[in-house]
């Protein structure tokens, strides 16, 4: 059976890592997400989802694509991410990113186990490949460092000997308790990345990156545009994306893939950062992991800020 673990929009900090360990609460919004689940019927929800998910691998999509109108009706927030996988079947709107609430329920439950997963199972190695190409072009260091998506610190462990000061964000609370422990931090946030960077009033960074984070995002200019409000001109963009053919795009700029996480155009997203505030330093064609026994194509992206004209 299918378990749905509650999700309570806030924001969480971990104090400095050289000082506590403790947690503290910075911000707390309480709102849709623990009204919603107080009132949902997580039996009939878990029942409803697992038959949508039966008929889709049944291939029966119309049957599926009913039976997730259920699923979203029971749990509006939707905890089990059903408008991404209606998307992926064809049978629904492609949604601007994928719900706050399946993120963090989806990480929260893979947490202990994720890097085993993603880097030993999956070939998972964009942070590696960040490094490498910071060092290549001769980049850094940096004096602050802000990793959106930071999850269990993957990036941040990889550059943690190229910046002073780093700062983590991620939405799930259990991956950050995971980065916490391993001391690469000075800062760590419980926050969906858009919302962190729409509420910082702290000292911009001098480099913001975000690997593995846009698979979970459709439209990409409230996130380019909220790394170019925290960054210091000349600053630097760091992400990677997963991509496909452009034939598969017909003209969109992004479209949600069959393994239910979104794939960009490599024209949408120069055409977004030019628009946003950002040169384009240089776009490399990546294997992001694998994924079934096959490679998914990327890009790893690095752009400079301008500054404001």
Same mark, same amino acid.
Not at 12 to 34: C, H, Q
Not at 208 to 236: H, K, Q, S
């Given at each position: 059976?299918?378990? +749905?673990?509650?999700?309570?929009?806030?924001?969480?900090?971990?104090?400095?890592?050289?000082?506590?360990?403790?947690?503290?609460?910075?911000?707390?919004?309480?709102?849709?997400?623990?009204?919603?689940?107080?009132?949902?019927?997580?039996?009939?929800?878990?029942?409803?989802?697992?038959?949508?998910?039966?008929?889709?691998?049944?291939?029966?999509?119309?049957?599926?694509?009913?039976?997730?109108?259920?699923?979203?009706?029971?749990?509006? *927030?939707?905890?089990?991410?059903?408008?991404?996988?209606?998307?992926?079947?064809?049978?629904?709107?492609?949604?601007?990113?994928?719900?706050?609430?399946?993120?963090?329920?989806?990480?929260?439950?893979?947490?202990?186990?994720?890097?085993?997963?993603?880097? *030993?199972?999956?070939?998972?190695?964009?942070?590696?490949?960040?490094?490498?190409?910071?060092?290549?072009?001769?980049?850094?260091?940096?004096?602050?460092?802000?990793?959106?998506?930071?999850?269990?610190?993957?990036?941040?462990?990889?550059?943690?000997?190229?910046?002073?000061?780093?700062?983590?964000?991620?939405?799930?609370?259990?991956?950050?308790?995971?980065?916490?422990?391993?001391?690469?931090?000075?800062?760590?946030?419980?926050?969906?990345?858009?919302?962190?960077?729409?509420?910082?009033?702290?000292?911009?960074?001098?480099?913001?990156?975000?690997?593995?984070?846009?698979?979970?995002?459709?439209?990409?200019?409230?996130?380019?545009?909220?790394?170019?409000?925290?960054?210091?001109?000349?600053?630097?963009?760091? +992400?990677?994306?997963?991509?496909?053919?452009?034939?598969?795009?017909?003209?969109?700029?992004?479209?949600?893939?069959?393994?239910?996480?979104?794939?960009?155009?490599?024209?949408?997203?120069?055409?977004?950062?030019?628009?946003?505030?950002?040169?384009?330093?240089?776009?490399?064609?990546?294997?992001?992991?694998?994924?079934?026994?096959?490679?998914?194509?990327?890009?790893?992206?690095?752009?400079?800020?301008?500054?404001?004209?």
């Amino acid at each position: 059976m299918l378990f +749905f673990v509650p999700i309570v929009k806030c924001h969480f900090r971990l104090t400095p890592r050289r000082r506590s360990a403790d947690v503290r609460i910075a911000k707390r919004l309480r709102g849709p997400y623990e009204t919603a689940m107080k009132k949902i019927d997580e039996e009939a929800l878990a029942e409803a989802y697992n038959r949508a998910l039966a008929l889709e691998k049944s291939g029966d999509f119309d049957a599926a694509a009913a039976a997730y109108a259920q699923v979203l009706a029971l749990d509006p *927030e939707d905890h089990g991410g059903a408008a991404v996988r209606l998307a992926s079947m064809g049978r629904g709107d492609t949604p601007e990113k994928a719900p706050d609430a399946y993120v963090a329920t989806l990480f929260d439950q893979h947490a202990e186990v994720f890097e085993d997963v993603l880097v *030993e199972q999956l070939g998972y190695a964009v942070p590696v490949l960040v490094r490498q190409r910071l060092q290549a072009l001769e980049l850094g260091p940096f004096k602050r460092m802000l990793d959106l998506g930071c999850g269990t610190g993957l990036t941040g462990g990889a550059l943690r000997d190229m910046c002073e000061d780093i700062t983590g964000v991620d939405l799930s609370e259990n991956m950050v308790e995971v980065a916490h422990e391993k001391d690469l931090y000075e800062t760590l946030y419980v926050s969906e990345a858009v919302d962190f960077l729409d509420d910082n009033d702290d000292e911009p960074f001098d480099l913001i990156t975000a690997t593995d984070v846009l698979p979970y995002l459709g439209a990409l200019e409230p996130l380019f545009f909220g790394a170019a409000d925290n960054l210091v001109p000349g600053g630097l963009f760091i +992400f990677s994306s997963e991509t496909l053919p452009d034939e598969s795009f017909a003209g969109r700029g992004f479209m949600v893939g069959l393994h239910q996480r979104f794939a960009h155009a490599e024209r949408y997203v120069r055409e977004r950062l030019d628009a946003t505030g950002f040169d384009l330093v240089e776009i490399s064609d990546i294997t992001v992991r694998m994924e079934e026994g096959e490679p998914i194509a990327g890009h790893l992206v690095i752009a400079r800020y301008r500054g404001e004209q």
